[in-house]
């Protein structure tokens, strides 16, 4: 896995060292801590620069800063968010998204009852006027809080409204349709059916793959 | 990575081309679908009896079941979800859980409104309740749509009433306080700043770590 797939989990472990009131710590707790090895941190931390002192550790606070640049969480990318139903709604709500490097400008809903309803301090507007709206702003994120289906059918009025970057809950495949679009996608089912996995392997471990305990 | 971690997006694709009505598919068609190679995939396969036949491909049906069976999505773990937010709704009405392994038995809130409520056909508990519940039941599988201080607050009650497995959007780290208890982690967090890091990259990409493109 690239170091860039790590960066965040650094950045999250060094933000509660930092809550904690620990400023300083070495390649060997931090491993620990993470369950990494101090090595791997020593090279990944080398990649950027090296901010380590032999024998002294690191400044988790000029850590914890640095890997926020390299990430540009101090960057705010104007969002918008489709689908206003629960899973929308606790990314709206619960969600420190400027601390992640982006803003909500702009809330989308089909369902009549909730278009036109206030929202995180936004008022949510029609779907049907979304192809206006991806031509008139310069939005170019989205947050896809939809089934497949639904993301399906308006993938082409995103793509040509100007829309490059998605935050994907939908499991609709945009990256295979656009090779050019920027795609994290969100799979909660995959996470389940690991969880499914590993519990049947505690339960009852299979010997055909348990030669597969590699990572 | 571990097979084990790839067969869920490996029945995720099954299931699509079963919807679309492919009974066949060659490793070389599946890999371009998913964006993997035909190597790794006939590896993989191979890692649980391998099923396919050169020049004919795999049979779709035979190979979804076949996953299904390898991740144990026959089972029915029950579970509880404590958490009744928009997160846990989400949970609750949206996700298939008996197809992905899991059934519902319980759902905890602190919330007095919320706590006697019906979600999802079960009636809310108060959470002042749980340790009574994990004591008279069996079960040992939680759901955890918590923020990070509350699920650190009844993290020994959990672990004493006998959970071991934890599907948890809290960020609290359950594997390092309890090193027996299996946890699959959702950062949604993680997967948000590295979208904000990737879009960066494209806009502005970066010398210094445009090396870093492997994985």
Request: aromatic residues 10%; negative net charge.
């Amino acid at each position: 896995m690239s170091v860039i797939r790590r960066l965040p989990r650094y950045y999250r472990f060094l933000q509660e060292l930092k809550n904690s009131g620990v400023t300083r710590i070495s390649s060997r707790d931090l491993a620990e801590r993470m369950g990494s090895s101090a090595s791997q941190i020593r090279q990944d931390f080398n990649c950027f620069g090296g901010f380590g002192q032999q024998g002294y550790g690191y400044d988790v606070d000029f850590l914890y800063d640095v890997i926020g640049k390299i990430l540009g969480l101090q960057e705010c990318h104007p969002a918008m968010l489709i689908g206003i139903g629960n899973l929308g709604r606790a990314v709206i709500n619960h969600m420190s998204l400027p601390s992640l490097g982006f803003s909500l400008v702009a809330l989308f809903d089909i369902d009549p009852d909730v278009v036109g309803t206030e929202v995180g301090g936004l008022v949510v507007r029609d779907v049907a006027t979304l192809e206006d709206f991806c031509r008139d702003s310069d939005v170019e994120t989205v947050f896809l809080c939809l089934p497949r289906e639904s993301a399906a059918q308006m993938a082409d009025v995103l793509y040509k409204g100007g829309i490059r970057y998605f935050w994907n809950f939908s499991h609709y495949d945009f990256a295979t349709r656009y090779p050019d679009v920027i795609v994290e996608n969100v799979h909660l089912n995959d996470s389940l059916m690991t969880l499914c996995y590993r519990i049947n392997e505690d339960k009852h471990p299979s010997p055909s793959l348990s030669a597969d305990k590699g990572e």
